[in-house]
T-cell receptor
């Protein structure tokens, strides 16, 4: 089955700096890669996603890049703010062919220091 | 509206109790999911329903029994749970063809 590895497990940045989280996946048939933000006591919130036919996607301060050949994808957060502090999860899916199952990475705890 | 509503938010139950978790969405999604999340770990898939039919059971013990009464509702019936079943139980929904999955706030379950 799919295996998703996520690094780093913790990330501390100064407010205004950029944060980068990297994930690798094992199943070349995976074609959908979402990123979730989970705040304490809450469920995961979808923040951005990318499909395998796209190399990069941007939404305001966040962007995701995908390298299908290397089987890795990354989340970039620019101009970080204290409210960006949370646990971030990457995930991979083979879509409907695999029941839309999401396989998550281990998570990255991001702390933005004011 | 991308809201998935789960009730209750918190639940404490004894090992001999029977309880149910409930999930509701009104996005017209025909795929619904139950995930289990232990502390400091990622969510792990338990069940997938597609068009109200169970399509995936990730080898979940029979003390967890899912039910999908209609296209908007998903239940998880709990019976004879163990303390190690204590976790955050998350419901999610998506279009049946895949893509964006939206999660509820979860039910924090404690088994005593």
């Amino acid at each position: 089955g799919e295996n998703v590895e996520q690094h780093p497990s913790t990330l501390s940045v100064q407010e205004g700096d950029s944060a980068v989280i990297k994930c690798t996946y094992s199943d070349s048939a995976s074609n959908y890669f979402p990123w979730y933000k989970q705040e304490l006591g809450k469920g995961p919130q979808l923040i951005i996603d990318i499909r395998s036919n796209v190399g990069e996607k941007k939404d305001q301060r966040i962007a995701v890049t995908l390298n299908k050949t290397a089987k890795h994808f990354s989340l970039h957060i620019t101009e970080t703010q204290p409210e960006d502090s949370a646990v971030y999860f990457c995930a991979a899916s083979r879509g409907k062919a695999a029941g839309n199952k999401l396989t998550f990475g281990g998570g990255t705890r991001v702390l933005v220091k004011p | 509206d991308t809201e998935v509503t789960q009730t209750p938010k918190h639940l404490v139950m004894g090992m001999t109790n029977k309880k149910s978790l409930k999930c509701e969405q009104h996005m017209g999604h025909r795929a619904m999911y139950w995930y289990k999340q232990k502390a400091k770990k990622p969510p792990e898939l338990m069940f997938v329903y597609s068009y109200e039919k169970l399509s995936i059971n990730e080898s979940v013990p029979s003390r967890f029994s899912p039910e999908c009464p209609n296209s908007s509702l998903l239940n998880l019936h709990l019976h004879a749970l163990q303390p190690e079943d204590s976790a955050l139980y998350l419901c999610a929904s998506s279009q049946e063809r895949g893509g964006q999955a939206f999660f509820g706030q979860g039910t924090r379950l404690t088994v005593v």
